[in-house]
């Protein structure tokens, strides 16, 4: 399919005043219609629906891209007078990222019907929904559409009068970052400080209150009953293969266009860039790209003359030219790709995250970047981990000397070796994410770095 014929599905386009957030307008549009059709049965047992939903290879949208009905799977089977509990990660404050709050504002629905079918097919007692503190008008829009769903039936005891039970509850977060990690997010529900819990155990056997839990992002559920609808088979062909189905792409920095657009996964990074966003700001060129949010390793871009006719070459004043991201032509918007764009000696190349798709022009300045994302981190760490708590701080610290133009040689040393410590020794990935972008922006734009090095005087013999 060419991205330009696609029609949105997660976020349609609904004409005149209609407004999907009105439950009469969304049954008109078929909403809720996936739900009758899994409480009657039609579409097999609970193993079933699961089954379709693995099938479909729905990858987690909120940043970890594990697939959806095999994380249903792993749940234990059910145990008379044992409640079971759907965590739903509506955190969101990954910076760059807005997917689920536009899903909140202009098709709630769709997302409380993909969450009921999810809490049928695991037997699940009760959804919470975990939403962000800044959120509070788009709180209020999911809590009318929720009332409207109660007020029909479709949530509560006894649903459609099928015998199976659901709630709902709507949950104010403190607006902590670290809460948009899962373990987190359940100590937080349970009225706890929201330092993330080791693993084993794991939720799906210890989760909420200490009973089976599954946690799934917004926009995954959302997904849920566009799979029961169109088939495993069309989500499976829509996009890239290994990553497939609608994704939502937050378009921000340096772009003619920016905003929210909903379109087939696996899109190039550079049709993204020239025709969805219109080209950079000014008539300059892009100097970076960062796919998936502040978490994830930017790509230098780089553009190389080609002639015309060249396929998916970028025409730029009377001339063309092929983009290449950290080295790599044809990167697109799903892991394998992203992941693909690596030099010799470098872990990873780059990740889809939350497709919170930032671009920089080639007048930002990486080094005063780099400190503002590494002073978020060190800003939102819980503490609890030494690695993080100090490591965090470190960052801050040393890159704030390159920025005031005082740090030593071996200061960029230091920060790799921080990296080091840091990555892959903590309770959960925030290290992991405030690492990332150091070590990967330090390696990537190291003239940068060293220009703001401070020359020293070196005695010799000593």
């Excluded at 009921?116 to 788009?138: F, N, T």
């Excluded at 796919?291 to 930017?298: I, K, Q, R």
């Amino acid at each position: 399919m060419n991205w330009r014929d696609y029609q949105p599905v997660v976020l349609p386009r609904v004409s005149g005043t209609d407004h999907l957030r009105d439950i009469a307008v969304a049954e008109q549009h078929g909403l809720y219609a996936q739900l009758k059709r899994v409480l009657k049965g039609e579409l097999g047992d609970r193993k079933a629906v699961t089954d379709t939903v693995k099938a479909a290879n729905i990858r987690g949208r909120g940043g970890a891209g594990f697939n959806a009905g095999l994380k249903w799977s792993f749940m234990p089977p059910k145990k008379e007078g044992l409640p079971r509990y759907l965590a739903c990660n509506g955190d969101e404050s990954e910076p760059g990222t807005y997917k689920d709050r536009r899903i909140f504002e202009f098709n709630p629905h769709l997302f409380i019907e993909g969450t009921l079918i999810a809490c049928w097919a695991m037997e699940m007692d009760a959804a919470y929904v975990y939403v962000r503190g800044e959120y509070a008008d788009w709180i209020d829009m999911l809590q009318q559409a929720v009332d409207q769903a109660y007020a029909k039936g479709y949530i509560g005891d006894n649903i459609l009068g099928s015998g199976v039970s659901i709630h709902f509850y709507v949950h104010k977060g403190a607006g902590a970052y670290i809460c948009g990690e899962e373990t987190s997010l359940m100590e937080s529900l349970e009225g706890k400080r929201a330092y993330p819990r080791s693993k084993p155990p794991f939720p799906a056997q210890f989760g909420l209150w200490g009973k089976p839990t599954t946690i799934n992002n917004i926009e995954t559920l959302a997904h849920v009953p566009l799979v029961l609808q169109k088939g495993a088979d069309w989500y499976q062909n829509l996009g890239a293969k290994d990553h497939p189905g609608p994704m939502l792409y937050g378009l921000q920095g340096h772009l003619n266009r920016t905003g929210l657009f909903e379109l087939p996964s696996g899109m190039r990074l550079d049709t993204l860039m020239y025709e969805v966003g219109q080209g950079i700001r000014g008539g300059k060129r892009a100097k970076a790209v960062i796919p998936g949010g502040s978490s994830v390793p930017p790509l230098p871009v780089e553009y190389v003359e080609v002639s015309a006719g060249t396929p998916n070459a970028i025409a730029l004043e009377g001339r063309h030219y092929q983009l290449l991201f950290n080295g790599h032509p044809d990167i697109t918007m799903n892991a394998a790709s992203l992941d693909s764009a690596r030099q010799p000696g470098e872990s990873m190349g780059s990740a889809v995250g939350t497709t919170g798709m930032l671009v920089l022009d080639e007048d930002t300045d990486m080094v005063r970047y780099l400190y503002r994302i590494a002073k978020f981190y060190h800003h939102e760490s819980c503490g609890q981990c030494t690695p993080c708590r100090e490591g965090t701080g470190w960052l801050q610290s040393l890159l704030e000397r390159f920025v005031k133009g005082t740090a030593g040689v071996r200061d960029m040393d230091l920060l790799l070796d921080l990296c080091d410590n840091m990555e892959g020794r903590t309770v959960c990935a925030l290290a992991d994410a405030a690492a990332w972008p150091v070590r990967n922006t330090l390696r990537r734009f190291t003239d940068e770095f060293k220009a703001r090095v401070k020359t020293e005087r070196v005695l010799v013999g000593v």
